[in-house]
């Protein structure tokens, strides 16, 4: 069984920055494709950043390229996703999510393993 477990979100004013962390049991964890979604309120839930197995290649929403950048932290066995340069409508509870499926993908029906999710607030 996976598990995912988010952490970081936060209120923050728009132009600041939030970094959130994605961990997961067991020591593969590194071998896994794994995604940032975001779900604002009353709208459907879209890809936001995805990263390959082992880091070797990343994919970005046109919405956040630029701004987002998602890694892996070997150390601390985690995928995370730096957020600069916040704007209001970032505003969303975002999911860590592993794939499982070609790559590179965004369908959602590719992600059948979902963390509970952490609350990012930007306000105006």
């Known amino acids: 069984q996976v598990q995912l477990v988010e952490s970081g979100g936060g209120l923050v004013q728009a132009g600041g920055s939030l970094r959130l962390s994605c961990a997961a049991s067991?020591?593969?964890?590194?071998?896994?494709?794994t995604a940032w979604f975001r779900q604002a309120p009353g709208k459907e839930r879209e890809f936001a950043a995805a990263?390959?197995?082992?880091?070797?290649?990343?994919d970005y929403a046109d919405s956040v390229k630029g701004r987002f950048t998602i890694s892996r932290d070997s150390a601390k066995n985690t995928v995370d996703l730096q957020m600069n340069s916040l704007k209001p409508e970032d505003t969303a509870v975002y999911y860590c999510?592993?794939?499982?499926?070609?790559?590179?993908?965004?369908?959602?029906?590719?992600?059948?393993?979902w963390g509970q999710g952490t609350q990012v607030t930007v306000s105006s």
């Open positions: 999510a592993r794939l499982v499926g070609d790559w590179p993908t965004r369908a959602l029906t590719n992600f059948p393993y």
């Open positions: 067991g020591r593969t964890f590194k071998t896994y494709r």
């Open positions: 990263i390959s197995s082992w880091g070797g290649g990343t």
